[in-house]
Nanobody
């Protein structure tokens, strides 16, 4: 079994910064892609940023230049550095892990989500 656990959410004023962390743990053979999704109140979940082993990071247009995704491959962790935060960045941020467990069967795992609230 593979688990993903996020941390680092909170309340911040517009223009401020937050750093989210996500740790993937369990019987992992390899993590492939890792990333972050955002779900604003009343809206669908959308991909904000992702990064795979052999590629460049991928960002939603609205966060380019403000958010940076990075990984620590040795620790199976992914981070999201968020700067110049806006009220529309408010919502729950979910970690997404594309991993292959030790017993095979590559699949996607989700964290429980962490709340980010940006006040104007």
């Amino acid at each position: 079994q593979v688990q993903a656990v996020e941390s680092g959410g909170g309340l911040v004023q517009a223009g401020g910064s937050l750093r989210l962390s996500c740790a993937a743990s369990g019987m992992i053979f390899m993590t492939n892609g890792m990333g972050w999704y955002h779900q604003a109140p009343g809206k669908q979940r959308e991909l904000v940023a992702s990064i795979i082993r052999s590629g460049n990071p991928n960002y939603l247009d609205s966060v380019k230049g403000r958010f940076t995704v990075s990984r620590d491959y040795a620790k199976n962790m992914v981070y999201l550095q968020m700067t110049s935060l806006k009220p529309e960045d408010t919502g729950v941020y979910y970690c997404n892990v594309d991993a292959t467990p030790l017993d095979g069967g590559r699949r996607t795992y989700w964290g429980q989500g962490t709340q980010v609230t940006v006040s104007s």
